[in-house]
């Protein structure tokens, strides 16, 4: 039980528990983050998705305290940022790589020089082992030919690599990446994404990202929190909040990228006629198993609407079918059948 | 008419004076640019990281922010609103203490400081505001420390127009060093009101405000070609 317990803990990287912001301006309090708690396990890309002004980048701040909570904390392996002195504040961000948005890489300093100044500034490295390391990263991300060049000659994707070469110089175990492919065309957002994941898994890293597009965290996160107004919504993995999102905003959202959820309009009145939203993921989905459902049961449906696809390295499908029964034995037996393929059946109506 | 002027110049034999003072006049804005480039960088970084928008979320650190901000902001105002040539005479006893003379080149340097640091540390608070986007968030995220914030990333990224603030202050000063010669300040401007003033004697007038306008240009064109160097853009 108490071993239990403890793997459980040092699974987890990152702990936010009651987490808020309150941001006053004389008498008028704006709440930017009220009652957050989550944790980050691990070596898991962990997405916090949510409109503009959500809350999303605070709270990722908070994490490295950028910013700091007006109540609750934040604790880091078991350790609690809120009570480190400056000076361990200093160190333990030196083992946190920060993506920003906007790269925000400086204009006077040449690409090596950028990803080198977090190893001058945690003073651990020889000048020459520096240089090395700065060799080493940029060849990580795929600029080492660049390495001599200054930011204002190189383009966006190519600006954000330095980015993420200088917030893997020092080794870090978690990566903060805020709205990191924002800036960012379509083409060069997919190779971003994809050089993250890579590197994700090479150096298993924790990354924790914020993005308010739904396709970023389709194609990067394990985990997902939706957040809205400074609250958390709705969270959990990204195939459950993709295939069966509960709250309005996650609705939106999906819809947004084109991932609809709304049921579509009832055909005729007909009682008998029962509208049900089918949805699978992970082993299930390599199976034939819309066929088999129909045959098992015996009963014929029309497919009203729906998509099949992946979701990071999980294959997915979710399917609206109009499924005409003489009685309610009928239906109960297909759901019985659907229930035994592992696939979700809900009724619509 | 060219012939009265070309034996006028012919009999110009001022150019001792001209010489000495125009070296008068170099000596006393590079010395004071000097001066006021260390500390009014120095007054300038303070103001910046005092500022409203850079205040920390620790209490303690706040008030001396605040503090250390509104003292400074309030000695920068008081003394850019004091005309310089009400200032020269003003501190006429501070000068005499710290260099022993409230004349020549050497009692003309304190005023010129201190007329000139607290703008110079205006402009380079601007500078670094402008300049900043993100630069301080970037070093607080990797864990850097005020000093080497300042030091490796916002001197290097504001080198360009901390660079041109340099220029439009040295420009100025050399305006001033020749106010400083109505109080027997030294230089040209020293040489223009002795002779061409007190005197009437228009050439010498006219050849100290060529020489001055020559020394800008040739002050504005390196600092421009100083600037285009540093920016990386």
């Known amino acids: 039980m108490l071993s239990g317990f403890v793997a459980s803990r040092d699974r987890t990287m990152i702990q936010i528990q009651n987490a808020s912001k309150v941001y006053a301006a004389g008498a008028i309090e704006f709440r930017a983050l009220n009652d957050i708690t989550l944790s980050v396990e691990r070596g898991e890309v962990f997405g916090i998705i949510g409109r503009s002004g959500a809350g999303k980048s605070t709270l990722l701040r908070l994490i490295n305290h950028l910013e700091q909570p007006t109540s609750g904390r934040v604790t880091i392996e078991n350790c609690e940022v809120g009570a480190l002195d400056s000076k361990q504040l200093r160190a333990l961000r030196q083992r946190i790589g920060f993506v920003f948005q906007h790269f925000n890489l400086l204009n006077s300093k040449s690409v090596t020089e950028n990803v080198r100044l977090p190893l001058q500034v945690a003073g651990r490295l020889a000048p020459r082992a520096q240089r090395q390391r700065v060799q080493e990263v940029l060849a990580l991300v795929g600029i080492a030919d660049q390495a001599d060049k200054y930011p204002a000659a190189l383009s966006g994707g190519q600006r954000q690599r330095v980015g993420i070469a200088r917030a893997l110089a020092n080794h870090p175990d978690i990566l903060l990446c805020d709205e990191a492919t924002s800036a960012l065309d379509p083409e060069t957002t997919a190779a971003v994404l994809q050089l993250l994941l890579d590197i994700q898994h090479r150096l298993n890293l924790t990354i924790v990202l914020v993005t308010h597009s739904m396709s970023v965290i389709r194609t990067m996160a394990d985990r997902v929190a939706v957040l809205d107004r400074g609250c958390v919504v709705e969270s959990g993995r990204v195939a459950e909040v993709f295939l069966r999102p509960r709250h309005a905003v996650t609705r939106a959202l999906l819809a947004e990228s084109g991932f609809d959820t709304s049921i579509p309009p009832a055909a005729a009145g007909d009682s008998l006629k029962h509208m049900i939203e089918l949805s699978y993921d992970g082993a299930a989905a390599a199976q034939p198993l819309l066929t088999r459902i129909a045959r098992e049961s015996g009963l014929d449906f029309s497919i009203l609407a729906g998509s099949a696809g992946r979701l990071k390295d999980t294959a997915f499908g979710r399917f609206t079918v109009e499924l005409a029964v003489q009685d309610e034995a009928q239906l109960k037996r297909f759901l019985s059948v659907c229930d035994a393929h592992d696939v979700r059946a809900e009724l619509q109506r | ?233």
């Open chain 2, 1 to 233: 008419m060219i012939e009265k002027t070309w034996s006028d110049l012919r009999a110009f034999d001022y150019w001792p004076e001209i010489g000495e003072g125009t070296l008068d006049t170099l000596a006393m804005t590079g010395c004071a640019l000097l001066f006021t480039v260390i500390i009014g960088l120095l007054i300038g970084t303070l103001l910046f990281l005092t500022s409203p928008a850079h205040r920390s979320a620790r209490p303690a650190y706040k008030r001396v922010q605040v503090w250390v901000y509104q003292l400074l902001s309030f000695a920068v105002n008081v003394l850019r609103s004091i005309p310089f040539l009400i200032l020269l005479i003003l501190i006429i006893p501070a000068t005499r203490a710290m260099v022993g003379t409230s004349l020549g080149v050497r009692g003309a340097i304190p005023p010129l400081v201190i007329a000139s640091a607290p703008f110079f540390a205006r402009l380079v608070e601007s500078v670094f505001r402008e300049v900043e986007g993100g630069v301080l968030e970037t070093c607080r995220a990797i864990g850097a420390t005020t000093r080497q914030t300042v030091f490796w990333a916002l001197l290097p990224e504001a080198s360009a127009p901390l660079c041109a603030a340099i220029t439009v202050t040295a420009i100025a000063l050399i305006g001033y060093s020749a106010m400083a010669g109505v109080i027997g300040g030294g230089g040209l401007g020293d040489l223009a009101v002795r002779y061409g003033y007190q005197r009437f004697d228009t050439r010498v007038m006219l050849v100290t405000v060529a020489i001055l306008v020559l020394i800008v240009q040739i002050v504005q064109w390196g600092g421009d070609r100083l600037v285009a160097r540093l920016a990386h853009r």
